[in-house]
């Protein structure tokens, strides 16, 4: 009789053991869906397909001003070319990003124009059409980082290039706190959608 007794005691500890692992397993297995669950976005197209945003180029950097005084303005132009795409959007401009080795980005005082003539790394016979941005670069890079917050009037609708001549002007109140510094890795990014 002893020995009937142990087995009977014995199969429910072993069916709640099973059931426990088959527990743990299911909640496991459930851990695990939800740390592999993902989604995309796909439906968007920058420089490819029907979309097709080329700078001129390639070349060198189109800033290399190493020596600005206060109240000293250096401009430069450059060249963007387009396709038609088959629901055109604007061509935007906005920030991407740059390196500041003090506060100096708070005294650069930015301007960027659309227009014509000229070519990248010569403003000689640019035409502006439109002045799309004015204040310093700290506040171009906080307020345009991307394609909805851009900058641009250009439409795609036609294939065409538009030239944008970007003027720097170190503020007269620059203060000699920011002598010697430096602004480096400045990224203007040009983006047009299809859609």
Same mark, same amino acid.
């Given at each position: 009789m002893r020995s009937s007794?142990?087995? #009977?005691?014995?199969?429910p500890l072993l069916a709640f053991g099973v059931s426990?692992?088959?527990? &743990?397993?299911?909640?496991?297995?459930? #851990?695990?869906?939800?740390?592999?669950?993902?989604?995309?976005? #796909?439906?968007?197209?920058?420089?490819? &397909?029907?979309?097709?945003?080329?700078?001129e180029g390639?070349?060198?950097?189109?800033?290399?001003?190493?020596?600005?005084?206060?109240?000293?303005?250096?401009?430069?132009?450059?060249?963007?070319y387009h396709d038609t795409a088959r629901n055109p959007r604007a061509?935007?401009? $906005?920030?991407?990003?740059?390196?500041? #080795?003090?506060?100096l980005a708070d005294y650069l005082n930015l301007t960027i124009e659309e227009g014509t003539g000229g070519s990248s790394g010569n403003c000689a016979g640019f035409a502006a059409?439109?002045?799309?941005?004015?204040?310093?670069?700290?506040d171009f890079n906080t307020n345009h980082t991307n394609y909805a917050t851009g900058v641009g009037l250009c439409s795609v609708a036609t294939p065409h290039s538009?030239? $944008?001549?970007?003027?720097?002007?170190?503020?007269?109140?620059t203060p000699n706190a920011q002598q010697g510094e430096r602004l480096t890795a400045l990224v203007f990014i040009w983006e047009t959608l299809d859609g």
């Amino acid at each position: 009789m002893r020995s009937s007794l142990r087995k #009977s005691s014995a199969t429910p500890l072993l069916a709640f053991g099973v059931s426990m692992l088959l527990v &743990g397993l299911l909640a496991m297995s459930a #851990s695990r869906a939800a740390f592999a669950s993902t989604t995309d976005n #796909s439906a968007n197209v920058v420089g490819a &397909g029907t979309v097709d945003l080329v700078g001129e180029g390639p070349g060198p950097a189109l800033f290399n001003a190493s020596a600005l005084i206060p109240n000293h303005t250096v401009a430069n132009c450059i060249v963007i070319y387009h396709d038609t795409a088959r629901n055109p959007r604007a061509v935007r401009l $906005y920030s991407g990003g740059f390196t500041d #080795s003090g506060n100096l980005a708070d005294y650069l005082n930015l301007t960027i124009e659309e227009g014509t003539g000229g070519s990248s790394g010569n403003c000689a016979g640019f035409a502006a059409q439109n002045t799309i941005t004015v204040g310093t670069l700290t506040d171009f890079n906080t307020n345009h980082t991307n394609y909805a917050t851009g900058v641009g009037l250009c439409s795609v609708a036609t294939p065409h290039s538009m030239t $944008y001549r970007i003027t720097f002007t170190l503020d007269a109140a620059t203060p000699n706190a920011q002598q010697g510094e430096r602004l480096t890795a400045l990224v203007f990014i040009w983006e047009t959608l299809d859609g």
